[in-house]
């Protein structure tokens, strides 16, 4: 199986889980609109918060590039929502989705930026191109050229993607939507949890990264 279609059948499913089949429409089980690309230009904002772009302080901050790769994939979990719900409308089965957003794949060729401001203006063009003359394919394009200019290539998002998925998951599971989760662990932030654990099993699969997220959140 290819990982674009494992990653949008893993979407799939965490949007049926969370939201309740047929939100595609454009509602939750709760009657809460679902509007993806509101989720994507918030999350675009969160990503620039990565970058010490601040003239008035933090004058000799790094740039906080696990955190940008991080927000890159929640990004990722939102466009390829929004690519869901059109195709879900438009009778298009996951499959044949995977099969496009491939070839969308293969025509993003670029290579990592060597300057931060060209990241953060490159970050704001891709928010500029979500509400100005906005087409889903190209913006899928648009997407995988930002991830490469900034330093994720298809490997890493795929890894961390299926980290923050199952993530997801586990706070869905353990109480987030009514407030019961504990998001810090012995004061590390679940998605560092779960960064750790990735790195320390390069060959872990999605059970195996649940349990191992279910025994340290006993410890938190």
Same mark, same amino acid.
């Given at each position: 199986?290819?990982?674009?279609?494992?990653?949008?059948?893993?979407?799939?499913? *965490?949007?049926?889980?969370?939201?309740?089949?047929?939100?595609?429409?454009?509602?939750?089980?709760?009657?809460?609109?679902?509007?993806?690309?509101?989720?994507?230009?918030?999350?675009?904002?969160?990503?620039?918060?990565?970058?010490?772009?601040?003239?008035?302080?933090?004058?000799?901050?790094?740039?906080?590039?696990?955190?940008?790769?991080?927000?890159?994939?929640?990004?990722?979990?939102?466009?390829?929502?929004?690519?869901?719900?059109?195709?879900?409308?438009?009778?298009?089965?996951?499959?044949?989705?995977?099969?496009?957003?491939?070839?969308?794949?293969?025509?993003?060729?670029?290579?990592?930026?060597?300057?931060?401001?060209?990241?953060?203006?490159?970050?704001?063009?891709?928010?500029?191109?979500?509400?100005?003359?906005?087409?889903?394919?190209?913006?899928?394009?648009?997407?995988?050229?930002?991830?490469?200019?900034?330093?994720?290539?298809?490997?890493?998002?795929?890894?961390?993607?299926?980290?923050?998925?199952?993530?997801?998951?586990?706070?869905?599971?353990?109480?987030?939507?009514?407030?019961?989760?504990?998001?810090?662990?012995?004061?590390?932030?679940?998605?560092?949890?779960?960064?750790?654990?990735?790195?320390?099993?390069?060959?872990?699969?999605?059970?195996?990264?649940?349990?191992? *997220?279910?025994?340290?959140?006993?410890?938190?």
């Amino acid at each position: 199986m290819s990982k674009i279609l494992t990653m949008l059948e893993l979407q799939q499913s *965490l949007n049926d889980n969370t939201n309740g089949e047929g939100w595609e429409r454009g509602l939750t089980k709760q009657g809460k609109i679902i509007n993806w690309k509101r989720c994507i230009y918030l999350e675009s904002a969160e990503l620039i918060e990565s970058y010490p772009w601040k003239h008035w302080k933090n004058i000799d901050a790094k740039v906080d590039r696990e955190n940008v790769k991080i927000e890159l994939v929640d990004i990722w979990h939102f466009v390829m929502s929004e690519a869901l719900r059109v195709a879900k409308l438009d009778g298009v089965d996951i499959a044949n989705l995977s099969s496009e957003v491939e070839e969308l794949v293969n025509q993003a060729d670029a290579k990592q930026l060597d300057d931060y401001y060209k990241e953060i203006e490159s970050i704001e063009s891709f928010i500029q191109e979500l509400f100005c003359n906005f087409e889903l394919k190209q913006f899928i394009v648009s997407f995988i050229t930002l991830s490469k200019e900034l330093g994720l290539e298809l490997d890493e998002l795929y890894k961390l993607y299926l980290g923050k998925n199952i993530l997801n998951k586990f706070r869905q599971d353990h109480g987030y939507k009514d407030g019961s989760y504990i998001k810090i662990w012995n004061g590390k932030e679940d998605n560092v949890v779960m960064q750790e654990i990735l790195d320390a099993n390069a060959n872990i699969d999605a059970n195996g990264l649940y349990e191992e *997220l279910e025994e340290r959140y006993k410890l938190a």
